[in-house]
Nanobody
Framework: HVQLVESGGDAVQAEGCLRL?????????????MAWFRQAPGRAREKVAL???????EVADSVAGRFTISYDRSESELYLHMSKIIVVDAAMYYC????????????????????WGQGTQVAVS
């Protein structure tokens, strides 16, 4: 059973930096994508960054050049490195894992992911 536990969320000042961590346990040998999504009040959950088992990454246009995603296999931790944080980055951040690869569903869509963490809050002032 896959468990994802996020941490690292905090209140930060604009232009600051933060690193979010997702502790991963129970991940099968074969998985397809891991990702960070975020959701602000009144808004849909949106993709922030994805990473494949081979290390291919993709970040949303809104965070390109500011955020990066990485996965440390030895530590079983997924990271989101956030820099030059702006007010619109304030949201609940969730990590997610895809172990099914559902046909016809984009890896950029929340519907693609079958495991989710409980979220970690980022506030920006």
């Amino acid at each position: 059973h896959v468990q994802l536990v996020e941490s690292g969320g905090d209140a930060v000042q604009a232009e600051g930096c933060l690193r979010l961590t997702c502790a991963v346990s129970g991940l099968p040998e074969k998985w397809y994508w891991m990702a960070w999504f975020r959701q602000a009040p009144g808004r849909a959950r949106e993709k922030v960054a994805l990473i494949s088992p081979r290390g291919a990454t993709e970040v949303a246009d809104s965070v390109a050049g500011r955020f990066t995603i990485s996965y440390d296999r030895s530590e079983s931790e997924l990271y989101l490195h956030m820099s030059k944080i702006i007010v619109v980055d304030a949201a609940m951040y969730y990590c997610a894992a895809d172990t099914r690869n559902p046909p016809g569903v984009s890896a950029r869509s929340p519907e693609n992911y079958n495991y989710w963490g409980q979220g970690t809050q980022v506030a920006v002032s």
